[in-house]
């Protein structure tokens, strides 16, 4: 297991350094995405002025409070609680996000599935998880919100947050087809299987 300090945007070399059960902390630019964000982009067909090649992003729709822009706050929101949202119901839009937008890291709750696992390995990916619960932590990680692009679709705007020592996150699925989720899934259902099988029970 290895620790990494990744100033993003990062490359497709370091994200394939990756394996899973390494930490990650990130600093710089930090994407904030959820549901409609992302259905807006790739069902919709909208388009964002942000370029997201190499870049991480998050699940999230943050709770904010709209200020005067100012050198604090830039964008004319401040952060009030910036939490993680599950990652599964968005697992449709990994592989557009990397091959359309050039994202490398998705941050998230949860894991994502086998399609989102084949697109990490294609294209150079990885998956970092926080611990659920965590929404208080996080929020003192994000410095500034910086700018916010389709924000007709609030708080599931796409954000961009100035970030410092978010982390450290572990990498639950890497770009060499490994994934915890798998592992916990499979470990899972070996003890059921023993357990059954102890107690003379067929499955």
Known sequence: MA???FTLPVTEAQVRALRIDDTVTLAGALYGIRDATQIALFDRDR????????????????NVRKVAPSAEHPAGYAPVCIGTTTSSRMERFTRP??????????????????????AFRELGGAYLALIGGAAAL???WVDAIEDVDLDDLNPESLWRFRIHGF???????????GSLYAT?????????AAALAAMGVRS
């Open 184 to 192: 916990v899934d499979a470990a899972a259902r070996a003890k059921r």
């Open 47 to 62: 388009a964002t002025r942000f370029d997201l090649r190499g870049q991480a992003v998050v699940h999230t729709a943050p």
């Open 3 to 5: 620790h990494h300090e």
């Open 97 to 118: 996000l990397m091959a359309q937008c050039g994202v490398r890291l998705i941050v998230g709750k949860g894991g994502l599935g086998d399609a989102s696992l084949a």
């Open 138 to 140: 996080e929020t003192t």
């Open 167 to 177: 982390g450290p996150l572990r990498v639950a699925m890497d770009s060499h087809g």
